[in-house]
T-cell receptor
């Protein structure tokens, strides 16, 4: 059983398009996150939700909009994709904020 | 604010040799500390965590880390490296209530 799953695993799209990445966790955790990992492996938190409520919103362009329909799901929608959005996006979850996090397998987004 | 510094973006050791990956943290409150491993094209996996119990923490795959408050360090060690240990390793710090702050990562290479 996959604890944190993401779809799709790979996403190749052109500049200007809109795309979504879905994340689901079956661990019963209350908190979920989105991270962006750049080509140098640096991990940057983008958003954090606790029980469907936005808790952390780092300095992320407005083109990125998270949505949590329930506490087991946290989706990421990206409008007007740019070349600089190319990265690996990870979803994660934890029991509590600041606690150990469980990561999904990642979605590799390539914008051409 | 909390921060993490991983000394050495790339560490190379021979198979069977000691692995030492360095992590120093900064925190205004007693920290929670974590080590994660990321194998190629995968998500992050928790290796071990320190949450104010024993200062020597044992993790999976033979890794351990020692919390040294006086040195603000949480270095990761393994007595004998195996080829399968080649991966990216991340140290992270939290105050237990907010987000995890990750270091920049250390790429471990194992030479046969």
């Amino acid at each position: 059983d996959t604890a944190v799953s993401q779809t799709p695993k790979y996403l190749v799209t052109q500049m200007g398009n809109d795309k979504s990445i879905k994340c689901e966790q079956n661990l019963g955790h209350d908190t979920m996150y989105w991270y962006k990992q750049d080509s140098k492996k640096f991990l940057k938190i983008m958003f954090s939700y606790n029980n469907k409520e936005l808790i952390i919103n780092e300095t992320v362009p407005n083109r990125f909009s998270p949505k949590s329909p329930d506490k087991a799901h946290l989706n990421l929608h990206i409008n007007s994709l740019e070349l600089g959005d190319s990265a690996v996006y990870f979803c994660a979850s934890s029991v509590l904020q600041g606690g150990e996090q469980y990561f999904g397998p990642g979605t590799r987004l390539t914008v051409t | 604010a909390q921060s993490v510094t991983q000394l050495g973006s790339h560490v190379s050791v021979s198979e069977g040799a000691l692995v030492l990956l360095r992590c120093n943290y900064s925190s205004s409150v007693p920290p929670y500390l974590f080590w994660y491993v990321q194998y190629p094209n995968q998500g992050l996996q928790l290796l071990l965590k320190y949450t104010s119990a024993a200062t020597l923490v044992k993790g999976i795959n033979g890794f351990e880390a020692e919390f040294k408050k006086s040195e603000t360090s949480f270095h990761l060690t393994k007595p004998s490296a195996h080829m399968s240990d080649a991966a990216e390793y991340f140290c992270a710090v939290s105050d237990g209530a907010q987000k995890l702050v990750f270091g920049q990562g250390t790429r471990l290479t194992i030479n046969p």
